[in-house]
């Protein structure tokens, strides 16, 4: 089994539950992943998910090993019947191989780099983990999603889950650097699965992949986006058709108090780190109904959830606690 996509849970109710189950005895599994070893590759930085992630691990019993790409290692090949004499070193075929023989599991970390679309659609390093690696892959982020947040965002959403039918609101906001669709595509792809009046908010031209958001609505008002909603999930990310590109930067796109007034009495989520003042105000940050901390740990349990489904199938016997059979009289 790999984690790369949304689209690996079978049934995403029952992951929630699974995970909230989890979070209330994370340390229930410890012998599952004895003598098991986690190998965590990161192609950008990383604090949540990195720390997230190796906690998850260790909560399960793993070995964890940690490698940045960003100031160790070779530079990798990627393409196929490359002519490797120019910067990189070595080729995806001996690391992911190699790799795997020192892990049991490779989760990998790879931002788009936000110049060429087919490449980063492509999702150049991931799938050549996918096609070379010989053991399950976990996608920590990539260039067009970041499953391991959306399935956080969604047990942080059912842990606030309201007695009616919840309005979602996904809420672009301005930042000063180019930033990906990743999070934003996971959260839409989570959301096409949840049973709530779902809307999109960005200024006009910051469409995200149509083939992603599909039907959802999308509201270029964002004081009309955020009447009576329930949750506002709040996320920058630059131009996917004028690709990577900052095309608009206007401030009065940032989420403030005033905003949040229009909403019923809204939970306020981002996935962190977070610009204060441009993406979201201080006031609303630092409110009662921000639960952005709250998001943050429970990044723990939607890994150790994903970990745990790909190591109990490779786990001996009496690895995982299972409830114990009445033994006959």
């Known amino acids: 089994m790999n984690y790369t996509s949304i689209k690996d849970i079978d049934s995403l109710s029952k992951w929630v539950k699974s995970a909230i189950k989890i979070k209330s005895n994370p340390l229930k599994n410890k012998k599952l992943g004895k003598n098991k070893t986690l190998g965590m590759l990161f192609f950008n930085p990383s604090l949540r ?64 780099g936000l110049v060429d679309k087919e490449k980063d659609n492509a999702e150049t390093v991931m799938a050549g983990f996918l096609k070379y690696a010989t053991v399950p892959i976990v996608n920590m982020e990539g260039c067009t999603g970041h499953p391991l947040q959306a399935l956080a965002d969604a ?42 009046d779902f809307v999109i908010t960005h200024p006009e031209g910051y469409e995200l992949n149509p083939e992603i958001t599909k039907n959802s609505i999308i509201e270029y008002d964002q004081n009309k986006a955020f009447e009576n909603a329930d949750f506002i999930y709040t996320k920058n990310w630059s131009n996917y058709n004028d690709y990577g590109k900052i095309t608009n930067s206007d401030p009065s796109w940032t989420v403030t108090a005033e905003k949040m007034a229009l909403t019923n009495s809204a939970k306020f989520m981002h996935c962190l780190p977070v610009r204060r003042n441009v993406i979201v105000a201080d006031e609303v940050i630092d409110s009662e109904n921000s639960i952005v901390i709250e998001q943050a740990n429970n990044r723990t349990y939607a890994v150790q959830l994903v970990l745990q489904k790909i190591l109990i199938p490779l786990a001996p016997k009496g690895g995982i606690k299972t409830k114990k059979s009445k033994k006959k009289k």
């Open 49 to 112: 998910t990195r720390l997230s992630t190796q906690k998850a691990a260790l909560n399960l019993g793993m070995n964890v090993m940690v490698m940045n790409f960003t100031n160790e290692g070779w530079t990798l090949e990627f393409e196929d019947g490359a002519v490797m004499n120019q910067g990189a070193s070595e080729h995806i075929k001996e690391a992911a191989e190699v790799v795997s023989q020192y892990c049991d599991i490779i989760a990998v970390r790879a931002f788009a």
């Open 155 to 196: 047990i942080t959403m059912e842990e606030h889950k309201t007695a009616h039918k919840p309005k979602v609101v996904l809420s672009w906001a301005p930042h000063p650097k180019a930033l990906p669709q990743a999070v934003a595509n996971s959260f839409v792809e989570m959301m096409q699965l949840q049973d709530a």
